[in-house]
């Protein structure tokens, strides 16, 4: 069997417990590289970031991606490949997707992640996972509605 090296990525926005779980998954996958990576064209918003992920010790690199003119999607597909995705490399992107706990508050939540995964399905050798983030989840709850 040929040897396969495996890159994840973890698109994030900010540091908040809604990024906890899917670092852990992340972290918890036999890589050979991990990394959370934000694209942003905001310098204040990225420098509160890179604080708040050296403050709270995140033991996983943080990838800066800048944009000018705020798009999202184009950056984030060229840093994908960027990595050279390929045969004896597969590059896994995790996308965290906020769920709200109603249809219609859909509505409010940037779709963003839908769309990059769309876009990443395209690309021979990138696996895509979206992670569920329920807004109202509380620690220790199990409520399953």
């Keep these: 069997m040929t040897d396969i090296r495996i890159t994840v990525v973890l698109f994030v926005s900010q540091v908040s417990t809604l990024i906890a779980r899917p670092l852990a998954y992340g972290s918890s996958l036999a890589a ?7 694209v942003s064209s905001d310098s204040a918003a ?3 970031l890179r604080k708040d992920w050296a403050a709270l010790g995140i033991d996983v690199p943080l990838v800066i991606i800048w944009s000018e003119g705020g798009e999202f999607l184009r950056p984030a597909i ?4 960027s ?10 992107v995790l996308i965290p ?15 963003a992640g ?16 979206s992670i ?14």
């Design 32 to 38: 050979d590289r991990f990394e959370a990576v934000t």
């Design 46 to 48: 990225t420098q509160r």
């Design 78 to 81: 060229k840093y994908v490949r």
């Design 83 to 92: 990595l050279r995705p390929a045969a004896d490399h597969s590059v896994l």
């Design 97 to 111: 997707e906020l769920v709200a706990r109603h249809w219609y508050e859909t509505i409010l939540h940037n779709h």
């Design 114 to 129: 839908a769309l990059l995964m769309a876009a990443l399905w395209e690309i021979p050798w990138v696996i895509v996972v």
């Design 132 to 145: 569920p983030v329920r807004l109202d989840a509380k620690p220790n709850s199990q409520d399953s509605e």
